[in-house]
């Protein structure tokens, strides 16, 4: 009797611990597999890289760019001046901001900056000291930074949600976090939220947006253009159909990060250039207000400096200003040349 209690009580034991292993190595399968964040290697990930909806751009810019000065000790052959000798930075000036920036192409900016490489580095819901953060990750890593363009806009500074994994920073830029502990944290990551955004994206065979992290550092939402293509007032009847909106107060320890980033600019030597991005009307009549929006443009021109203060806030207004914005915030690639010349055309 007792050898078969003890028996019986060795085969529950061992098929706790099988089952207990299951359990808990699941999970990081899952994240592995799903791969939501985008942070593991795609080879052993379902779907195509880069075209979750989760995908954090914090990470992979940060990180694609200080693995690209490293294996690259940061030069290549300047074939842009046909001058096959020239050795210039890979990258050396970058775009940032919110996502708001996210659809300019740095090809854009080469007319008023020809002797500089831009990457796209702004994230969904940037604020500025993550912005800070992020430059001088780069720059401890060995990235040059020579210039920086940042459209500014005032939804940035009232913004009051709380992101998750996919908007947590490089591990370079927190300074207090190891690289290693910090992929093996997305393993255990409890993802199911963003993980069923992501499956959903793969069972419907649509990429909603594409994320050019190797390469220009814009992003592409592919699934609104195909909606524009195929009927643009169908697209314009979803995406705007609210008639009013009471924002909230500012937030004003972003004025006071947007300080100390220019501060480090400055001291940083780094060829700043600030502009105010373009507002939907329905922000500016409803939103915010004249008043609001020019206590805003003072108090950005205080912190920057800046004597002129491009504002191309009023840029896309107009009768047909629902076909020039995807919704409320974001303005259409196609518009993102306009935004450009009027940010930079002082410079020409």
Do not use: C
């Given at each position: 009797m007792k050898a078969s209690f003890i028996g019986n009580f060795d085969s529950f034991y061992k098929a706790f611990l099988i089952v207990g292993g299951v359990v808990a190595w699941s999970l990081p399968a899952w994240n592995l597999i799903i791969n939501p964040y985008q942070i593991f290697n795609q080879t052993f990930s379902i779907g195509e890289a880069y075209t979750s909806p989760a995908t954090n751009e914090r990470f992979l810019k940060v990180n694609y760019l200080l693995k690209n000065a490293k294996n690259l000790s940061g030069t290549v052959v300047d074939t842009i001046n046909n001058d096959p000798y020239a050795i210039r930075p890979v990258y050396d000036a970058y775009i940032v901001g919110s996502s708001i920036m996210g659809v300019i192409d740095p090809g854009l900016l080469q007319p008023y900056f020809p002797d500089r490489r831009f990457y796209n580095l702004s994230f969904f819901a940037a604020k500025p000291d993550e912005i800070l953060a992020s430059l001088q990750a780069l720059k401890r890593g060995?990235?040059?930074?020579?210039?920086?363009?940042?459209?500014?806009?005032?939804?940035?500074?009232?913004?009051?949600?709380?992101?998750?994994?996919?908007?947590?920073?490089?591990?370079?830029?927190?300074?207090?976090?190891?690289?290693?502990?910090?992929?093996?944290?997305?393993?255990?990551?409890?993802?199911?939220?963003?993980?069923?955004?992501?499956?959903?994206?793969?069972?419907?065979?649509?990429?909603?947006?594409?994320?050019?992290?190797?390469?220009?550092?814009?992003?592409?939402?592919?699934?609104?253009?195909?909606?524009?293509?195929?009927?643009?007032?169908?697209f314009i009847k979803k995406q705007f159909n609210q008639h009013w909106l009471?924002?909230?107060?500012?937030?004003?320890?972003?004025?006071?990060?947007?300080?100390?980033?220019?501060?480090?600019?400055?001291?940083?030597?780094?060829?700043?250039?600030?502009?105010?991005?373009?507002?939907?009307p329905f922000y500016i009549a409803q939103g915010f207000g004249k008043k609001r929006l020019?206590?805003?443009?003072?108090?950005?021109?205080?912190?920057?400096?800046m004597e002129e203060m491009p504002d191309c806030t009023y840029l896309l207004v107009g009768d047909d200003a629902n076909h020039r914005f995807y919704d409320y915030k974001h303005f259409r690639a196609s518009e993102a040349y306009k935004v450009v010349d009027c940010g930079l055309k002082s410079l020409k």
């Open positions: 060995g990235v040059p930074i020579n210039t920086i363009v940042y459209g500014l806009d005032p939804i940035t500074f009232i913004d009051i949600k709380s992101y998750g994994p996919a908007y947590r920073l490089h591990p370079m830029a927190t300074k207090d976090v190891n690289f290693g502990k910090a992929v093996f944290d997305y393993l255990f990551e409890p993802s199911l939220y963003d993980s069923i955004g992501q499956l959903s994206k793969l069972s419907s065979g649509i990429i909603s947006v594409r994320y050019d992290i190797e390469g220009t550092g814009i992003y592409r939402l592919e699934r609104y253009e195909a909606e524009i293509k195929s009927d643009h007032k169908a009471k924002t909230p107060p500012w937030i004003n320890n972003r004025f006071d990060e947007l300080r100390e980033l220019t501060r480090w600019l400055k001291a940083e030597k780094v060829n700043a250039v600030f502009y105010l991005s373009p507002l939907h020019d206590e805003f443009k003072q108090r950005i021109v205080d912190i920057t400096g």
